[in-house]
């Protein structure tokens, strides 16, 4: 099942746009990702230096992911996009150990954004077909997510190189936009 059947069974009103903030750490894999869910070549990806938008459109429904570069020069311009935000969904690269306490405090800081409030919030903790990988629950409660109550949230394994646990945190996404939406 793709992104466009999704967006059939998401669409519940003509014309209606989603706004998807795509965030990670820089090398967290957050254009792959974005390349995997518009079924594009995953071969040569160079790191996002401003930002890459996708939108997809299907029988009226339009799905706009904003995928904004994490490097650390760049993630202060991150609040210039956070008007109008539907889902966050924020990539963490698994395998990266040295790096969960950055990760873990970039997102804390996302979360207390005025403008995300309770915007439902999708962590994909990505690179899961390396055997280096921290398991999702680990990474978790590294983060205290369990801490959350503001919002709905949910973190899910994947791999944006393999596509594994994609479409799972995509039908996640569809779900809690037609909650947030009504």
């Known amino acids: 099942?793709?992104?466009?059947?999704?967006?059939?069974?998401?669409?519940?009103?003509?014309?209606?746009?989603v706004r998807i903030l795509l965030l990670g750490l820089d090398n967290a894999g957050k254009t792959t990702l974005l390349k995997q869910l518009a079924s594009e070549d995953i071969s040569h990806i160079t790191p996002t230096q401003g930002f890459n938008i996708k939108s997809v459109q299907s029988q009226g429904f339009k799905l706009n992911v904003w995928d904004i570069g994490g490097?650390?020069?760049?993630?202060?311009?991150?609040?210039?996009?956070?008007?109008?935000?539907?889902?966050?969904?924020?990539?963490?690269?698994?395998a990266d150990r040295k790096?969960?306490?950055?990760?873990?405090?970039?997102?804390?800081?996302?979360?207390?954004?005025?403008?995300?409030?309770?915007v439902p919030v999708l962590i994909f903790a990505n690179k899961q077909d390396l055997l280096t990988a921290a398991p999702a629950s680990e990474i978790a409660e590294g983060l205290n997510l369990h801490t959350i109550r503001d919002r709905v949230w949910q973190i899910q394994s994947c791999s944006a190189l393999t596509g594994e646990g994609v479409q799972d945190g995509m039908n996640w996404v569809c779900k809690n936009v037609?909650?947030?939406k009504k």
């Open 1 to 17: 099942m793709g992104l466009l059947s999704i967006l059939r069974k998401l669409k519940s009103a003509p014309d209606q746009e």
């Open 99 to 118: 790096r969960f306490e950055e990760t873990g405090q970039e997102l804390a800081e996302l979360l207390e954004e005025e403008k995300l409030s309770c």
């Open 178 to 180: 037609n909650a947030k």
């Open 71 to 94: 490097q650390r020069k760049i993630r202060p311009y991150w609040r210039n996009n956070f008007e109008n935000t539907d889902i966050l969904i924020y990539v963490i690269d698994s």
